[in-house]
């Protein structure tokens, strides 16, 4: 898989006012709390995306032995200003297809896919219809664009 995102990219993919995390989790072993739960430790405005949960447990910006309570919304068409939201995607292949292509026309300021969550499919998809996408091979370590590693340049 080519080499699609560059710092810049990822640069400006953290210019947005607002982040989701799509696949969002309650359980602490997956990538879609670790996300949610980064974006939170460094006070980003963040909504959590989950179908099933009305509420995801994250711990508190200010105390990690606190727990705050993020109100989620079902999908992306639920979040307000989309123009000015950046999406992370932590979603299987087949799920993360269906969410790009239901956001492909709310006008969503950039998406990052997370390592797992495409086939060179979704990248070509996510590349013809997002201006911002962060995903494919590189990173800090080159094992893929990831929020928890290569994120941390950018805050």
Known sequence: ????ATEDCARSFFEAKYFAVVGASNDTA?????????????????????????RILVPSP???????ALDTLAN??????????????????????K???????LGFHGVWLQ???????????????????VAGDGGIHDQGWCVLVDGEQFV
């Open 76 to 97: 992306l068409s639920a979040i307000p200003n989309p123009e000015q939201t950046s999406v992370s995607i932590v979603t299987p292949p087949n799920v993360t297809h």
């Open 115 to 133: 390592p797992g969550t495409y086939d060179d499919e979704i990248i070509e998809y996510a590349l013809e219809n997002f201006g911002i996408v």
């Open 30 to 54: 997956k990538f879609g709390h670790q996300v949610l739960h980064w974006y939170v430790r460094h006070s980003f405005a963040v909504t959590p995306i989950n179908p099933t949960k009305r």
């Open 62 to 68: 200010s105390s990690a032995h606190q727990m705050q």
């Open 99 to 105: 969410v790009l292509q239901d956001a492909s026309h």
């Open 1 to 4: 898989m080519p080499k699609l």
